[in-house]
């Protein structure tokens, strides 16, 4: 595949000097920001922070946003790249990344991101060569040669074949590779230029990107009374507990919890809860009963509310791959990613396509929470619409809980049975069994809580057993 | 002075349920934001990435916006108090710290920020009992033992003086210290409460932060001729350098720098460094001379623009704080901190009390650069204004260059003056020992240049040597 990198190309300097101002104007028109829009981030050394979470975190923090160009220095490509070729990764494992990065790619596409990835080739005689400038000259006038330089080029074969092999896996239309021979400086930089003018342009032509085929939709059952039972309606709402028994296994699990926290900690174990339910279900409660029992170092709540204009401005992933926890602690999301799926779905928010793939998106997202060792929760605290009817009318009475209840609340109340519906469709579509969804009979709110921090101890338990 | 928190206060569970829902009323009407407005940060294990920079920088990345609420559970406190607990810092040592903290305290509070410092007092006997009564219960019922309570309870009269040294070198008129009894947590809880709402009531009510004393301003010398020389006269405008040498000793300068940025990154040597300039006396020409001598992954160009809203929302100094490099790494500012004292100052987007406590604030904020090992690098370019003229005229006639050249260029142009006052000003206070200005005769691009990447290798050499 590299052969037709290694054609010797040339621009002479004459020819530079006339391309390169027009290219640079050109380019300038197009983009119409200057440097100001562009980030550059190079990906090579990780840090211990990026170590402590699933590999593409350190991705997702340098995210360009909408209408900007993050320039990636090495990239998603590189680690898996390297390790292959020094032989720490299996051919299985390799093959899985580039799984991954497929669908990463995809998904960002999909979201209208322009992906242009190039591929900077120098053939095995021209890198030696360098090498041998640069030994000679003892290091004077050669810029090209890094520390790094010498180690992977004796290796050069292993790269070929496995970049070789990444390149064609992942060489999709909507993000499709350019391998540029990089022999000679001139070429390679006004052939990157053009490129980029090039895809910048046709973008800017075709107004949006390419739809995406939308994800198949549910197949509809006729209208038979059995298709209406859905996974909500198998959740005893009936069940109570004793105001005395609550107190006594409510402390006894706090207690058990606390030292499980700690021992997570020494052991660097991750957990993520998210806290999903009908307005006034009882999540804040719920989370307060759980924070209770865990010392403030080792665990945040983070609010979802409407997404601010910089994260409006990114993939709506983007600001839950941003919040993840450092290795040891614990996240307690207060509403989540799930909003896509659910308030953003009803209201109109988000279009059919951009929520139905969102799903796989968000199945893709745990999944890698997950294979990375994490511990992830997640609660749907269930009430009927009598109970909610009771607690809206409580807290309007009630001075200091009075703010807790909205317009906006009675209006959802209204769209009780869409909401209901879009619920189902999501436990259904992402209750996995590596992250499965707990149903909380939350009608009897001390039942509800010693439910949600008993599930926090028996994940813990079984994680850290 | 913690005996006053060792007389045992409690309030009753009666009394408790009485006061906890109106003071919860209350501070949700003063605050006016509900938990969303709050984050939390828990400091104590220090990241690499946080210990590869200057100690306040994991202060400055957690500071909230203006609006917000950020809780510092730990603080700048708690390091210095825990190691000099333990002799890791010496007295002297310990005292600067406090220093440190004293000038970070005053520089937020002038901008606007209430600093409530809250210690939580617990005696001698009341820790033990509770590190009893956790050993008996093995762990049941008791929530308030960390891995960390027995250790540091070993060393409770240590902490008791090393604490009251502390607070008592810091407890400012506007950055005053409250401590609080905290055996019985109901008081505990009730009288953070109240603490809290009385100093957000007081501060709204108050309009504005108490007016720090304005830093002096510069005694007028009575206008002679001698006191119209300034230091930029002194930057000789007319020397020359051929093309060709210019040429060869540029290449030679960058392949020094190349080996030397290496061997900085092996040796964990970090640099920053700062362009000012007039509109078009080439800091971006100089910027790409050195950056084409660095492997893209080694550095980082920062472009200094107006701010954004969330940077607007801080300290001006935030956003530099937050964009300090990792150890080993090369960070070019185009335009820096400085804006304050030029920009600011003379187009009056900041209050002369502003600017003029600045000079200290920058100073402090280059002085902790310094300290933590970084070689601070400071460029002026300089170029007489029939030149600048010139090269404003080029540009508007040249196509790739003219969307350089705009309207406030020519505006900028007119207050010369105003600007030379503030350059010679900003360049009289802040040009320090340790980080000294670099004014670069800039008539000529070329000279300017080599002058540029031959500081960067001088200083290079001496950090390495």
Redesign the interface.
Known sequence: MFEAAELGRKVSKAEFQRLE??L??KL?ETQRV???GIT?S?F?DE???ERERPTAWRFWRCMPERGKIGIF??SWYSEPIVERAFGELSKGEFELHLDRIASLERMLSADGALILKLWFHLSKKEQSKRIDDDRKKE?????DV??FTKKFAKRFDQFAAISERAIRRTDTGSCAWRVIESTNRRYRDLATGFILLDALRRRLDSVAATPEPPDSQEIQIPDLEAARVTILDRVDLTERIEPEAYSREL??L??RL??LS?KAW?RKHTCVAVFEGWDAAGKGGAIRRVT??L????F??V?V?APT??ERAHHYLWRFWRGLP?AGHITLYDRSWYGRVMVERVEGFAREEEWRRSYREINSFEEQLCEHGITLLKFWMHISPEEQLRRFQEREQ???KA?KITDEDWRNREKWDEYQAAVNEMVAKTSTSEAPWTLVAGDDKRLARVQVVRTFVEAFEKALD
Not at 139 to 143: I, K, M, S
């Open positions: 101002p027009e640079r104007t300038l200057d440097t100001r550059t190079a090579w840090t211990d922070e220095f090495g290091g004077r006038n050669t810029l890094s520390p402390k006894s706090q207690a606390n030292k700690w020494e209770r029992a010392d403030a170092r080792l945040r709540v609010q509310a204009d910089e450092r009630t001075p200091h703010h």
